[in-house]
């Protein structure tokens, strides 16, 4: 690998001047495609999830392509610092997808690096199975062993007591996602953990601007994750990001994602260390050049500028964004509110939902599927989504996968057939929820 130097455009006055032309008409573009037309029920498709986009998105991407500078750089350094202030962590790795973040993080933890407290192959991770895969799979990724705890219905999320009791004598670390925004009881998760030596991961990739005991998710645990993907809460395309306190985390976090190299220069940087040509690490010969060293069997998980320059206009809109999926789930939770067959869900005690979707179980004695429901739902343009996998342990993929199950799995079975989730991403407006209640009132009234 030779260092990636990219070709820059010298952006002399004259330059400048088509720039500024360029962007003038990407203003325009972007007037010209802007959806018009009114909301028709029945014929606009009313999306599960997806990205809102502006004017500034648009020429935040155009203004980093001209640049050519493709690799990551400034602006995803920049981006780092911002989110991790955001989060209220003191650093930001990003990473091309929340999955990618995922592995890194539970990766970070089986690293020599922490000697004694590392997660060795064989050792065990609590998680649950009504989950989406890649908050799973690190766990089998890295030779360890997942062990499985049902959820509550209501909140999709497992209680203290679940995870409590199963702790083995090989458990070593807990990894959970906040279920579609809905945080778990994350102080007292964190508690439980501290008190049995247990590294905790908080997958917040559905879960950016939910809050618990006033304080965001993802500030209880060792480390956190997120996800940039259109559907969630702010987007880069594809794009994800470990955050952590930790300062050694980070290190071996940033590690794996570049390459497993032990030197941190940012490219086009060296010897920030002032030690570049003195170090004498594994049986290399003294004085080796740092920015050619390993220390971790890595990957290449990194993220490009175009990535982050939307990361960056997108993080401007993030506290509105998060404000309005509020917004759309209270309509639906009150609109829906005594609509009979239905469990609808709950926020989780002492927390304040940044919610990424809606989710309704329907009760299995209903005189309907949820199927039927479903079916009547999606014939009228409202998309639904299944509570990702249902029940992990019921796919291909998983079924030869060595893991313990504690306590049964019931209510992820239930959630397996019973339970899907329609849109609250701040692309919805009023007029789509009401028509999604009326909906639903309407197939009821119908079939009940
Ligand atoms: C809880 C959870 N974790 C991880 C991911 C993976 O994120 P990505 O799609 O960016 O890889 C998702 C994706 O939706 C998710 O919902």
């Known amino acids: 690998m030779s260092d990636p130097v990219e070709w820059c455009i010298d952006?002399?006055?004259?330059?400048?001047?088509?720039?500024?032309?360029?962007?003038?008409?990407?203003?325009?573009?972007?007037?010209?495609?802007?959806?018009?037309?009114?909301?028709?029920?029945?014929?606009?498709?009313?999306?599960?999830?997806?990205?809102v986009h502006d004017v500034e998105d648009r020429l935040a991407l155009v203004e980093a392509a001209l640049e050519l500078r493709v690799a990551g750089g400034s602006r995803a350094r920049k981006f780092e610092s911002v989110f991790a202030r955001k989060m209220k962590r003191r650093k930001a790795l990003l990473t091309n997808s929340g999955s990618s973040a995922n592995l890194l993080a539970l990766s970070a933890l089986t690293s020599h690096r922490l000697d004694d407290a590392r997660l060795r192959p064989?050792?065990?991770?609590?998680?649950?199975?009504?989950?989406?895969?890649?908050?799973?799979?690190?766990?089998?990724?890295?030779?360890?062993?997942?062990?499985?705890?049902?959820?509550?219905?209501?909140?999709?999320?497992?209680?203290?007591?679940?995870?409590?009791?199963?702790?083995?004598?090989?458990?070593?670390?807990?990894?959970i996602a906040h279920t579609v925004g809905n945080p778990f009881a994350v102080a007292?998760?964190?508690?439980?953990?501290?008190?049995?030596?247990?590294?905790?991961?908080?997958?917040?990739?559905?879960?950016?601007?939910?809050?618990?005991?006033?304080?965001?998710?993802?500030?209880?645990?060792?480390?956190?994750?997120?996800?940039?993907?259109?559907?969630?809460?702010?987007?880069?395309?594809?794009?994800?990001?470990?955050?952590?306190?930790?300062?050694?985390?980070?290190?071996?976090?940033?590690?794996?994602?570049?390459?497993?190299?032990?030197?941190?220069?940012?490219?086009?940087?060296?010897?920030?260390?002032?030690?570049?040509?003195?170090?004498?690490l594994g049986s290399l010969p003294h004085g080796y050049d740092h920015?050619?060293?390993?220390?971790?069997?890595?990957?290449?998980?990194?993220?490009?500028?175009?990535?982050?320059?939307?990361?960056?206009?997108?993080?401007?809109?993030l506290d509105d964004f998060c404000a309005t999926r509020r917004h759309n789930w209270r309509r639906l939770r009150e609109g829906l509110e005594g609509v009979p067959h239905m469990l609808l869900p709950e926020a989780t005690p002492r927390s304040d939902p940044s919610w990424y979707g809606f989710v309704v179980t329907v009760d299995p004695q209903a005189p309907f599927t949820s199927k039927e429901l479903v079916d009547f739902l999606e014939d009228r343009k409202i998309g639904t989504r299944r509570l990702f996998a249902g029940n992990l342990l019921r796919h291909p993929a998983y079924a030869d996968q060595e893991h313990r199950v504690v306590g049964g799995l019931a209510n992820t079975d239930i959630i397996m057939t019973q339970t899907f989730h329609i849109g609250v991403y701040p692309g919805l407006t009023d007029q789509m929820i009401d028509y999604v209640v009326a909906s639903f009132k309407e197939f009821v009234a119908a079939r009940g």
Request: with cysteine; net charge negative.
């Open 188 to 280: 007292e998760m964190a508690e439980l953990a501290a008190q049995h030596e247990l590294f905790l991961i908080e997958d917040s990739c559905d879960a950016v601007g939910s809050t618990y005991d006033g304080e965001p998710v993802g500030t209880f645990g060792d480390l956190t994750t997120v996800s940039f993907y259109p559907a969630h809460h702010m987007t880069m395309g594809e794009g994800g990001c470990v955050l952590t306190s930790n300062l050694l985390l980070s290190r071996i976090v940033e590690s794996l994602r570049d390459w497993g190299r032990d030197c941190w220069c940012e490219p086009g940087e060296s010897n920030t260390c002032l030690k570049r040509f003195s170090y004498q």
């Open 122 to 175: 064989g050792d065990e991770v609590i998680t649950v199975a009504a989950a989406f895969p890649t908050t799973v799979n690190p766990i089998l990724q890295n030779g360890l062993v997942p062990v499985f705890v049902d959820v509550e219905l209501g909140t999709y999320n497992p209680t203290v007591d679940m995870v409590a009791r199963a702790i083995g004598p090989k458990t070593k670390a807990i990894m």
């Open 11 to 51: 952006e002399g006055p004259e330059m400048n001047e088509h720039k500024a032309l360029i962007l003038d008409e990407v203003r325009k573009y972007h007037d010209d495609v802007a959806p018009t037309g009114e909301f028709e029920p029945g014929v606009t498709e009313i999306w599960p999830t997806g990205a």
């Open 291 to 317: 920015k050619y060293i390993y220390s971790h069997v890595g990957y290449n998980l990194k993220i490009t500028e175009l990535q982050a320059a939307l990361g960056l206009s997108q993080l401007n809109k």
